[in-house]
């Protein structure tokens, strides 16, 4: 069943500065889900797939600070004081443990939430991971962003182009240089709990499935990687239905067979689960 819970603005003090959250209407749901933003935008986009499943996760979004409507830190945050702000922001919500899901560079905020905060995490789901070797030095991946944006819906540029703007070029450069070089695989390797990957079979920012398949021999047996066809990127704006889909199945331990009760929507295959490489 897919839902369509709507979310509410809103506002906490989060270490005396005001963050700008969205969440779903009812906190009352045990399990907890915080979808991370990537690199300069705002959460906006996270919350096509986020509604969705509102009406069965208490649902949060946030704005880091720096980033949307939050107001911006004295200096760039890092990816680990990113992440310690995740923590800082649950407190202020009364939230001890929640499962966590990143996009592109919120993938890198959620691995160093789980190497730094491991007892408040219950389960990890990185939608596009992005960095690391496949995008140094810094201006491939600079092309490969341009490669992306094309490969995107037209309006996602609404929701993106504001918000870089937002956020200014300096910070962008600081911030986009620690995402390429911040180990994210590594910590990932270390995690011991339940982990999805969604990758997108367009993603210009992640390496060929060759790779993927070298890297899931790596994995611990807990995490299990799926492919959505067509999807670039930005899978949580260009394709909610398939990733909400996904997401229940995940938090479910059923099998992921994707959205089976959604025509129209794109394939989704299961390239590896539970220490086994599929295709």
């Known amino acids: 069943m897919t839902g369509s819970g709507d979310l509410l603005d809103s506002w906490a003090i989060v270490r005396n500065q ?10 009352d749901a045990v399990r907890v889900l915080v979808h991370l933003h990537g690199f300069a935008i705002s959460g906006s986009y996270m919350v096509p797939t986020a509604r969705l499943l509102a009406d069965e996760f ?48 919120g993938c890198a905020i959620l691995a160093s939430f789980a190497h730094r905060h491991p007892d408040r995490l219950d389960r990890v789901v990185m939608v596009s991971p992005a960095g690391g070797l496949h995008s140094r030095p810094l201006p491939r991946a600079i092309g490969q962003l341009l490669l992306d944006a094309p490969r995107e819906p037209v309006s996602m540029a609404t929701v993106a182009v504001p918000d870089y703007l937002r956020f200014g070029v300096v910070p962008a450069l600081k911030l986009f240089h620690a995402m390429t070089r911040f180990p994210a695989v590594d910590h990932v390797l270390e995690l ?48 909610p239905r398939e990733l909400s889909s996904v997401i229940r199945q995940f938090m479910d331990d059923r099998p992921i067979v994707g959205a089976v009760d959604e025509p129209g929507t794109a394939a989704v295959a299961e390239l590896y689960t539970a220490g086994k490489v599929r295709g």
Do not use: C
Request: proline share 7%; charged share 25%; net charge negative.
């Open 192 to 239: 011991d709990v339940s982990t999805l990957a969604v990758l997108g079979s367009r993603d210009p920012l992640l390496p060929p499935v060759s790779r993927v398949r070298e890297m899931a021999e790596l994995v611990h047996d807990g995490v299990r990687i799926v492919v959505i066809k067509d999807a670039a990127h930005a899978i949580n704006f260009s394709h």
């Open 58 to 105: 208490t649902t949060l979004v946030p704005d880091l600070p720096g980033f949307g409507k939050s107001l911006d830190p004295d200096h760039v945050l890092t990816i680990d004081e990113l992440a310690d702000s995740v923590a800082a922001f649950l407190d202020t919500v009364d939230v001890d443990r929640a499962s966590l899901v990143g996009n592109s560079l």
């Open 18 to 27: 005001p963050m700008f959250y969205r969440r779903s209407q009812s906190m």
